[in-house]
């Protein structure tokens, strides 16, 4: 499903847009959370010389310029909205995707990276996450240990949300209930059999990687991230 609301001027802009008219507006107008969604956007469709074009006007939209300790800072208000709007965590009853720690976590630390130093690193600039956060170890913009954390920690997610999947047979990112589906689900994933309660080991692994993965976000995106001191450079 395509919601319409989120194009320029939402409900009252254009469904269609001229390159020109695109590219003026993430110039002058567009929000922070708008050039994290084009750091993630790619051309899927169309004529090659179009494309290209789209893709040339996209890379300049998104990281023609650093940003600055605001928009870190507005990436971080962010986030912590859609926790509490979005998650509603609860004791036994947990969110993989939005919740603290979670897949939107790392998501968003690479996505912090790509706009803060895609415009000196092309390297970056790329639409995989895990592909991101190993380039920005690779530069020596985010430490190895914490890289680390955040790609194991984004990989165990990801399995686990396939796992919810398959057991459910439709998207599900609630991770909660009683021992036996626990139990089943924890099996589902590899977690040795022999255990009585499988579950509960699952329950503890998570929680150790979604505090490990908070741990590096409040260090690189959160409230104890250095402040931003290069943000007046420019790319292409």
Known sequence: MLDTRLRPSGNAGPLVTSLESFLAYHRSEAQIWERQALAKARVVFGEPVLAEHIGAVVRQSAFGSSIDEEGRREIHR?????????????????NIKTGRGGMVDVEFVAQYLLLRYGCRHPELRTTNTIVALKEARGAALLARADADTLINGYKFLRKLENRLRLLHDYSINALGGDQRYLDKLAR???????????????????????????????????????????????GE
């Open 188 to 234: 589902r994933l590899g977690y040795d059999p022999k255990l009585r309660h499988p579950g509960q080991a699952l329950i503890k692994d998570y929680e150790a990687t979604t505090e490990a993965i908070r741990e590096v976000y409040e260090r690189t995106l959160g409230e104890r991230a250095e402040p931003v001191k290069d943000a007046a450079i420019t």
């Open 78 to 94: 962010l986030r912590m909205r859609m926790e509490n709007e979005i998650a509603r965590e609860s004791e036994g009853s947990y």
